[in-house]
C-alpha cells in the first residue's frame, strides 16, 4: 500500500506523464470497446430505468467537489456521521437481473470524475451535464490533449471506464426519450429493432421521459454563411460558422472489426453545445449555454451519424434548432415530480406492458433493511419477535438502582415488549452474581422451561452489569448461542468501542435495536426450504454461522489476479485527491485494506484476517449478505466508525521500532448490483486526524462506486464471472447424488431414475432439458448448457474457451497408499474408513449412468476456465462424495459447493442427507473447540500462574483429549422396501478432521469409499 | 470428578445435606440459600430453571417428589443435561430405598428428616465418586455384569440357596459386578439393581448384614429386608426378603449351600478385571470397551481384555482408559445415539437418518462406537490402530461378544 504525500505524487505523475500518449490510444479505443458493451446492455437499462423513477436522478451528476451537490445518500446521514442507505430499485428488476444469469446486466449509475470536474479547461462549474456521458468523455480525450501528459496514466484508464459508464445513463434516457416522442427516425427504429429482439418489453424505458433532462428550447436562427468555405463539410465546422455554436469535438476512430456497434456508437453519441463564440447570434440571444444537446435541427434528429450531412444541406433559409437542457440537481429535488408519460401507441415495436402502479418511495435509510430482508413483511417480523421467547436485555445491578421499582434497572431492552423472560430478568444478574462464589467463574449459559418451551439464555457480565440473549431452543441450539453471542459482542464492541457504553448510551438504541431486529429475525425466520436455490438450510446456515470463516468463491488465477490488481489500484489511493482550493492538504483517510464480495461469496480480501473477520460479522449480522444474495441493489452505501479488534481490542502484541499509528477507523460498504466493496479507512497515521464524527466522504463513495463498475466494464466482466463461476457445474468437486446410489440398488426399471435427481429443481435450465433416453439424456443435459454458453458468448470467450478446451484432461488422480492395514496411517495421524471393501456389487444399474455424467462432466469441464478442472475427491470408478465443506481459519475463510453444484445432485434422500450433514458438523466443530481452546488455555494459564490469579475451582484436565478427527455413519433405509432387505440401505460418513494449523475439512462420502481423509484433504487443498 | 450435591426441602428451602466430591472447598450456608433462592424465584413465575454452565461447570436444578429439590454443581460443562439429570434421579432414588418415599415426599418433620437421611451419605457419596473404574453403571444406567463361564453352575447354586431363604430375589456380587441372579432379581428395575449393588459396594465390609430398604420403583413404601452374606473376598451373595427368615437363622446356612462352589467362586473372582472369558480373544489394539444392552440394561464392560498389560506410553492407565471410554459415552448418548435414559433420545431424534456409527480420534487413543437394534458397544483404542481399521474391529468384536452364549446380555 502506498501513502503518497500529495506533492510528491504530482511529481510522480510528470515523471511519468511521458508514457501517456502511448496509453491514450490504447485507452480510447478501451472507451470504444465499453461503449459498445454498454449499449448492448441499454435496453436492460432502459427497462431498468422505466420503471425506476429516480433513475434520471442517479443519472444526474454531483457537482465539483461533492460539497456543492449531495448524492442520494447524503440525507441520510445520521447525526453522528453513520450512514446506512440502501435502494434497492425496482423488485422486478431484480427479479429480471436473477433471471438473466448468463448475462450481466449494467448498472445505470452515473458519476462525474472528479477530476473532469476540477479541470477548469472543460467544465464550467456553473452548469452541470446529467444526461450525457459522451460530452465527458470527448471532452476528456480533448482536454488530455491539452494537458500535454500531466495525468497518470492509470488515472486516466480509470476515468474513462467511468465515463463510458456515464453514457450508458445517457444512452438508455436518450433513448427512452426518442421513443416517447414516436418518433420514427431512422436511428429510432433500428434501435427498436435491436431491442425487441431481445424479447424485452420495451414500453418500459418511457417513464424515463425527457423530464429531468430538462427542457428543450428551440430557436431560429438565420445561418451566417460569411464565413463559410466550400471546403468546410464538417458539421461541427459549419455549426460553429452557421449559428457561432461551438459543438464538442468527436475524434473519429478507425472503426473497430464490428462496425455496426461503432456505427451504433456514433449514433448514439450526443452532440454538446462546448460554447457559444462571442458576437454571435447564438451568444445574443443569451440562452444557449454549455452542456445544451443540441437535439433536432428542422425537426431531424441530429446525431453524429447525420450530423455533417445535415448541415451540409442548410440552406439561407431560417433554421429551427432544437436544444435540450441539462438539469441542476439539488438535494431537495430528490423527488421530482411524475409526469404522464408519452406512448406511441402505433408502434409495432414495443408491445405495450401492463400498466406498472407507481412504486411507493422508499425511505431508504437503514431501517427500511428490516422490510427488505423480510420480502416486506415488517409487522410479521415485529409479530415474531414478540410471539418468540427472545429477549435482550442489560440489566444493572446497581444499588441505587435497584431500589426503585420499575424497569430502572434495565438500560436497554429488545424487543420493547415484556415477555416472560422481561418478568424473571432479576433472576439473570442473582445468577451471575452467586455462580463465581462457587465456581469463580461467571455464567454461560442457562437452560429454562417456560411453559414446557425450553429457552436458552446467554450471558455476558461487566462488573455490576448483565447482558443476556434469550432465544428458543428449538430455533437456536446451546452452541450456537455461545457462538453467537461471542460474535455479536465482538460486533457490538467493534461498532461501539465498548459493551457497557454500547447498552448504557440510550443513544445507540435504534442501532442495537436495528442490529437484532435483523439478527433474530434471520434466527427466528420460518424455513423457507421450498425455494432451492436461494435459501440455505437451516442448519447450514447455523453451521456457516459458527464457524468462523467467510465463503470464498474460487475463480481462477487470472480473474483473481484481476480484482485483486482492481482493488490494489484502488488502495494505492493514487487518485487526484488533490483538492484544488486547499493544495497540499494531508489526505483525509488512507485506505487500510478492502474487500470484495460478490452475493454471499467473498472474491478478494485485502484485509488482515482480524479485520476481515470483524467485517463480516457486521455484514452477516446486518444480513446485508443475504439481502446482497437475495437481490440487486441499486445503491449500498453504509459508513460507521468503527473500532477494529485487532486495534481496539486485543492485547497488543510489541513489535520492536514498530507501533501502528493511532486514530479512527471508518468502514465504509458500497454496494451496487451482487457486489458489495468493503473499505476500512483510517484518519490519523498517515492522513489528517480527524475531529469530531465526520460523515461519509463523498469522493470515496464515488471512487468505490467507480471501483465497482470498473469491474464490470467489458474487459473485466466480473460479474459474469462470478456468475458464470456459481452457475457453472464441473469447476468444483464433483458431488455424487444420495438417491442416484440409493436407488441404484434398486432394480432400475424407472425410465427417470437417473433423469430426476440430476436435474436441479430450481434451475431455468431444466425447463429446456429434452427428455432423451436414460444414459443419452445425462450426457446430452450435461454438455447442453455449455454450449448454449458458447453461442451466446462473444468472441472473447470463444477465445478463452478453445484455449482451456486443450487441457481437458481431469487432474486429481493420484494414486493413494495401499490400503493394508497400518501402513498408510502412522503416529495416529491416519484416518480412514473401510479396510473392508464392502462386497456391495449390487448396484450394477447405477454405474452405467455415473460413468456417463462423469465423462459429461469432464466435457464441459474442459470447455471451462483453465485453472480450475475436474475434482474427483474419491478414488475408484464411481464418484462418492456427497458434499463437503473446508474451512481455513488462518484466512478466515471456508469453502462449500455451490448451490448450482448442490442442485445438480439434489435428490429427496440428498436433501435428508444434506441437513444430517451440516447438523453432524456442528456437533463435530462442537468438539473441536477445545482442542482449539486448549492451546489457548495453556497460553491463559501460563500467565495466570504469573499473575497468580484465582484460578477456576473445577479446573483439571478435560476427560477426553482434544479430537482430531470425528465421523458419523449414517443409515438411511428405504421406507418403501421390505426390512428384510438391508442390503439396499444407503450408509454414508460424515467426517470433520481439524488440522494442526487450524483448517478444518468436513466431508460426506459414501460408505465404501477407500480412501482416508487426510488424502481427501490433500487432494482438496491441492486443488485449492 | 468433582461435585456439589444439594438437597433442599422444596417448599421453605431449608437445607437438608450437602456433599462435597472431590477436592472442593465446602459451600457457605448463604451461597446454598441463594442457589436454590435462583430456582425458587423462577418456579413461582412458572419457569423452571433446568441448568446453567459456566466455563468449567454445570449446574443442573431437579425437584423430586414434589419435596426435595436436589443441586448438582459438576465439573462436566460440555455434558448433556441428561446425564447428569439421570444421576440426580438415581441419588433421589437412593433416597426413597433407604427411607421410604413416604417420608421423602411429606416431610413433617424438617429436622428429623434431615437425621434420617444421614443414612443415605455413604450411598450417596458412592454414586457421586464413581471411585471403581471398572465400573459403568454409574454412567450408563444400566447394571454392570460379569460374564464368566461358571456362571451357568453357580446359578443353581444362587437358586438353591435363595429357596432356602425364602425368597424370589438373589444375587451373586463379583466386585459389584452382577455375576448371578435369579429370574426376580433381573426383573427389578436397572436402578435397584444398580443401587442395591452400590449399597452393598458402599457399606463396610462384613462378613453378613440385614438392612431394611424399599425398593424405589417396586415397592416404595413397605419395606423389605436385603441381607447379604460375604463368601469370599469381593464376592457377596445377598437376598432380599421379607420379615423372615431372621439374619442369625440364614447365616449358617451360607456355608452348607455354597461350601462345594468354592473352586467356581474363585476362578470368578481371578476373571475380576477382564470380567468375560478367558476363550474369547479380542484385537490386541483394544484397550477397552464397553458393550450395553439398551433394551435390558446391562452392561458389560472390561478394561483389561487383554490379559498381558504391556507397558508403554501408549497404552493408557486403567483410570485414563476407564475415564475416556466414561466421556465418550457420554459424547455419544444424547447426540447421536439414544439410550433409556431419559432425555438422550433428544439430540438423535435430529437426525433423519439413523446414525449407526461414530468414532473420535486424538493424538494418544481412539474410540469407536457401533449401535445395533439393542446394543450398543464402544470401544477404545489404541492410537496405533489405523482409523479404517477400527469399523470391521469392532464389528468382528461387537459380533464375537454378542453371539458368544456365555455373555448372556
Not at chain 1, 10 to 31: C, P
Request: aromatic share 8%.
Amino acid at each position: 500500500m502506498a501513502y503518497y504525500i500529495s506533492n510528491g505524487n504530482y511529481h510522480n505523475r510528470k515523471d511519468r506523464g511521458e508514457v501517456f500518449n502511448e496509453y491514450s490510444g490504447r485507452l480510447t479505443e478501451k472507451i470504444e470497446r465499453n461503449t459498445t458493451s454498454l449499449i448492448r446492455s441499454a435496453p436492460q437499462l432502459a427497462q431498468f430505468g422505466g420503471k425506476h423513477n429516480q433513475i434520471p436522478s442517479r443519472l444526474q451528476v454531483s457537482a465539483t467537489s461533492g460539497s456543492k451537490l449531495k448524492a442520494e445518500w447524503a440525507p441520510h446521514v445520521g447525526e453522528r456521521g453513520d450512514l446506512f442507505y440502501v435502494d434497492v430499485g425496482d423488485k422486478t428488476s431484480a427479479n429480471y437481473a436473477f433471471k438473466q444469469k448468463d448475462k450481466f446486466e449494467r448498472q445505470v449509475v452515473t458519476k462525474l470524475d472528479r477530476c473532469l470536474q476540477n479541470d477548469k479547461n472543460v467544465v464550467d462549474s456553473r452548469k452541470i451535464i446529467p444526461y450525457n456521458g459522451d460530452f465527458y468523455r470527448d471532452e476528456s480525450i480533448y482536454d488530455i490533449n491539452d494537458r500535454e501528459g500531466t495525468v497518470d496514466c492509470e488515472y486516466v484508464e480509470l476515468k474513462y471506464s467511468r465515463a463510458s459508464q456515464n453514457s450508458i445513463g445517457g444512452e438508455s434516457l436518450d433513448s427512452g426519450f426518442r421513443i416517447s416522442r414516436g418518433s420514427s427516425t431512422s436511428s429510432s427504429s433500428s434501435y427498436s429493432e435491436r431491442t425487441s429482439g431481445k424479447n424485452l418489453s420495451h414500453g418500459n424505458s418511457c417513464p424515463v421521459e425527457n423530464v429531468k433532462s430538462g427542457n428543450r428550447k428551440t430557436f431560429s436562427f438565420l445561418p451566417d454563411f460569411s464565413g463559410v468555405h466550400k471546403h468546410d463539410i464538417s458539421g461541427i465546422t459549419l455549426c460553429e460558422k452557421l449559428f457561432g455554436i461551438v459543438l464538442c469535438e468527436y475524434k473519429h476512430k478507425p472503426p473497430r472489426h464490428d462496425s455496426r456497434n461503432s456505427d451504433q456508437a456514433l449514433k448514439d453519441r450526443k452532440v454538446i453545445v462546448r460554447g457559444v463564440i462571442p458576437d454571435s447570434e447564438a451568444q445574443r440571444c443569451g440562452k444557449i449555454y454549455r452542456g445544451d444537446m443540441l437535439v433536432n435541427i428542422n425537426d431531424l434528429e441530429v446525431s453524429w451519424l447525420n450530423l455533417d450531412e445535415i448541415f451540409q444541406t442548410i440552406s439561407k433559409r431560417k433554421v429551427k434548432l432544437t436544444f435540450q437542457e441539462p438539469v441542476l440537481i439539488s438535494p431537495n429535488q430528490l423527488t421530482p415530480p411524475r409526469t404522464p408519460v408519452l406512448m406511441s401507441p402505433n408502434h409495432p415495436a414495443f408491445p405495450t406492458p401492463p400498466p406498472t402502479p407507481p412504486r411507493p418511495r422508499k425511505c431508504p435509510a437503514g431501517e427500511n433493511l428490516v422490510d427488505l430482508v423480510s420480502n416486506g413483511k415488517k409487522q410479521e417480523v415485529k409479530r415474531l419477535l414478540e410471539k418468540s421467547l427472545c429477549t435482550v436485555m442489560y440489566i444493572t445491578m446497581e444499588d441505587d438502582i435497584t431500589t426503585n421499582s420499575g424497569k430502572s434497572d434495565v438500560y436497554y431492552q429488545f424487543p420493547t415488549s415484556d415477555n416472560k423472560l422481561t418478568e424473571i430478568r432479576g433472576l439473570f444478574p442473582t445468577i451471575s452474581g452467586v455462580l463465581p462464589e462457587i465456581t469463580n467463574n461467571k455464567p454461560k449459559i442457562s437452560s429454562l422451561s417456560i411453559e414446557g418451551n425450553l429457552v436458552h439464555i446467554g450471558y455476558w457480565n461487566f462488573e455490576k452489569d448483565v447482558l443476556v440473549i434469550g432465544l428458543p431452543a428449538n430455533r437456536v441450539d446451546v452452541h450456537i448461542l455461545t457462538s453467537l453471542l461471542s460474535n455479536l459482542l465482538r460486533l457490538v464492541e467493534v461498532l461501539f468501542s465498548s459493551i457497557s457504553g454500547a447498552f448504557r448510551c440510550p443513544e445507540n438504541k435504534e442501532r442495537l435495536d436495528q442490529l437484532f431486529t435483523l439478527t433474530f429475525h434471520r434466527l427466528l425466520q420460518k424455513n423457507e426450504s421450498s425455494i432451492y436455490d436461494t435459501v440455505l438450510h437451516r442448519a447450514e446456515q447455523l453451521l456457516l454461522d459458527i464457524v468462523t470463516g467467510i465463503r470464498w468463491l474460487r475463480l481462477s488465477e487470472d480473474n483473481k489476479l484481476l480484482c485483486d490488481e482492481i482493488l490494489s489500484e484502488f488502495e494505492a489511493a493514487d487518485f487526484d485527491y488533490l483538492n484544488e482550493d486547499v493544495p497540499y492538504c494531508r489526505r483525509k483517510y488512507s485506505i487500510l485494506g478492502t474487500c470484495l464480495y460478490y452475493k454471499e461469496y467473498l472474491i478478494c480480501s485485502h484485509l488482515p484476517v482480524e479485520d476481515e473477520r470483524d467485517v463480516h460479522l457486521f455484514l452477516l449480522y446486518h444480513s446485508v449478505l443475504s439481502l446482497v444474495n437475495k437481490q440487486s441493489l441499486d445503491e449500498l452505501v453504509i459508513w460507521r466508525e468503527i473500532y477494529p479488534t485487532r486495534r481496539c481490542h486485543c492485547p497488543e502484541q510489541f513489535v520492536l521500532g514498530f507501533t501502528e499509528p493511532d486514530g479512527k477507523w471508518f468502514i465504509l460498504v458500497v454496494g451496487m448490483k451482487h457486489f458489495l466493496m468493503v473499505l476500512i479507512l483510517e484518519s490519523g497515521g498517515c492522513a489528517k486526524q480527524m475531529k469530531g464524527t465526520p460523515g461519509p466522504d463523498p469522493f470515496f463513495v464515488d471512487q468505490a462506486k467507480a471501483t465497482l463498475l470498473q469491474l464490470e466494464t467489458e474487459d473485466v466482466e466480473m460479474a459474469h464471472i462470478c456468475e458464470q463461476r456459481l452457475m457453472s457445474e464441473g469447476e468444483g468437486l464433483c458431488l455424487a447424488s444420495a438417491d442416484i446410489l440409493q436407488n441404484g440398488h434398486k432394480s432400475g426399471r424407472e425410465d427417470s431414475f437417473t433423469m430426476s435427481p440430476l436435474r436441479p429443481l430450481g434451475s431455468p435450465r431444466s425447463a429446456s432439458t429434452p427428455a432423451k433416453t436414460q444414459s443419452e439424456g445425462i450426457f446430452k443435459w450435461r454438455s447442453n448448457p455449455q454450449m448454449d454458453k458458447k453461442s451466446a458468448s462473444t468472441e472473447d470467450y470463444e477465445d478463452r474457451r478453445s484455449i482451456a478446451t486443450d487441457s481437458s484432461t481431469p487432474v486429481m488422480r493420484r494414486q493413494g497408499s495401499k490400503m493394508s492395514y497400518g501402513s498408510n496411517d502412522s503416529g495416529g495421524s491416519g484416518g480412514s474408513l473401510g479396510m473392508h471393501k464392502v462386497n456391495k456389487s449390487s448396484n450394477k444399474g447405477s454405474v452405467s449412468a455415473l460413468d456417463l455424467s462423469s465423462v459429461g462432466k469432464n466435457i464441459s469441464i474442459g470447455e471451462e476456465l483453465k485453472q480450475v478442472k475436474s475434482l474427483k475427491l474419491t478414488k475408484g470408478q464411481r464418484n462418492l462424495l456427497f458434499h463437503y465443506l473446508c474451512v481455513d481459519q488462518q484466512k478466515g475463510i471456508f469453502v462449500a459447493p455451490t448451490s448450482t453444484e448442490v442442485n445438480l445432485v439434489r435428490g429427496a434422500v440428498h436433501e435428508l442427507l444434506l441437513e444430517n450433514f451440516h447438523k453432524s458438523c456442528l456437533l463435530i466443530h462442537k468438539s473441536f473447540k477445545p482442542a482449539k481452546d486448549a492451546k489457548l488455555e495453556t497460553q491463559i494459564e501460563n500467565s495466570k500462574s504469573r499473575s497468580n490469579e484465582k484460578s477456576s475451582v473445577f479446573g483439571g484436565a478435560k476427560a477426553l483429549r482434544p479430537i482430531s478427527e470425528q465421523g458419523t455413519l449414517f443409515c438411511c433405509r428405504d421406507a418403501s422396501q421390505d426390512s428384510k432387505q438391508n442390503q439396499h440401505q444407503l450408509q454414508y460418513w460424515v467426517i470433520g478432521r481439524l488440522f494442526p494449523d487450524g483448517r478444518e475439512l468436513y466431508i460426506c462420502v459414501h460408505d465404501s469409499v477407500p480412501q482416508n481423509i487426510v488424502e481427501m484433504a490433500f487432494s482438496l487443498q491441492f486443488g485449492l | 470428578m468433582a461435585y456439589y450435591l444439594l438437597c433442599l426441602t422444596t417448599r421453605g428451602g431449608v437445607p437438608l445435606f450437602t456433599r462435597t466430591e472431590g477436592d472442593l472447598k465446602p459451600l457457605p450456608f448463604p451461597v446454598i440459600g441463594s442457589l436454590n433462592g435462583i430456582h425458587m424465584f423462577a418456579s413461582t413465575h412458572d419457569v423452571s430453571l433446568l441448568s446453567t454452565s459456566t466455563d468449567d461447570s454445570k449446574i443442573v436444578w431437579k425437584v423430586f417428589h414434589e419435596s426435595i429439590t436436589l443441586i448438582l454443581v459438576s465439573q462436566e460443562e460440555e455434558c448433556n443435561d441428561c446425564h447428569l439429570n439421570r444421576m440426580l434421579e438415581t441419588i433421589s432414588s437412593s433416597l426413597v430405598l433407604l427411607c421410604g418415599v413416604e417420608e421423602v415426599q411429606t416431610i413433617k418433620n424438617v429436622e428429623r428428616f434431615k437425621k434420617e437421611l444421614k443414612v443415605c451419605y455413604g450411598l450417596v457419596d458412592h454414586l457421586l465418586q464413581q471411585t471403581d473404574k471398572t465400573m459403568f453403571c454409574g454412567v450408563t444406567g444400566a447394571v454392570d455384569v460379569l460374564a464368566a463361564p461358571e456362571n451357568a453352575l453357580l446359578q443353581n447354586f444362587l437358586d438353591a440357596f435363595v429357596e432356602a431363604a425364602d425368597s424370589p430375589y438373589g444375587c451373586l456380587f463379583v466386585h459389584g459386578k452382577t455375576a448371578v441372579a435369579t429370574k426376580k432379581w433381573w426383573n427389578l428395575t436397572a436402578v435397584e439393581q444398580i443401587l442395591l449393588a452400590a449399597l452393598i459396594k458402599s457399606s463396610a465390609v462384613c462378613s453378613a448384614r440385614d438392612i431394611p430398604i424399599f425398593l424405589p420403583d417396586g415397592s416404595p413404601k413397605v419395606p423389605h429386608r436385603l441381607m447379604s452374606f460375604q463368601l469370599m473376598k469381593n464376592i457377596i451373595v445377598c437376598v432380599i426378603c421379607g420379615p423372615t427368615p431372621s439374619l442369625a437363622t440364614l447365616e449358617p446356612e451360607v456355608t452348607r449351600f455354597w461350601k462345594s462352589s468354592y473352586d467356581s467362586l474363585k476362578s470368578l473372582s481371578q476373571l475380576h478385571p477382564r470380567n468375560f472369558p478367558n476363550s474369547i480373544t479380542v484385537d490386541s489394539n483394544i484397550l477397552g470397551f464397553l458393550l450395553v444392552n439398551t433394551e435390558i440394561n446391562r452392561c458389560l464392560s472390561s478394561i483389561q481384555p487383554s490379559s498381558d498389560l504391556p507397558g508403554g506410553e501408549e497404552n493408557l492407565s486403567i483410570t485414563e482408559r476407564s475415564n475416556v471410554l466414561c466421556a465418550f459415552y457420554k459424547k455419544t448418548v444424547g447426540t447421536f445415539f439414544s439410550t433409556s435414559t431419559e432425555g438422550s433420545e433428544k439430540g438423535p431424534s435430529e437426525f433423519s437418518h439413523k446414525p449407526m456409527d461414530t468414532y473420535i480420534t486424538t493424538d494418544t487413543y481412539k474410540c469407536y462406537a457401533m449401535q445395533s437394534e439393542s446394543h450398543q458397544i464402544y470401544i477404545l483404542f489404541s492410537v496405533n490402530i489405523p482409523t479404517f481399521a477400527m469399523r470391521s474391529v469392532t464389528n468382528k468384536t461387537f459380533k464375537l461378544l454378542s453371539k458368544d452364549k456365555i455373555i448372556q446380555i
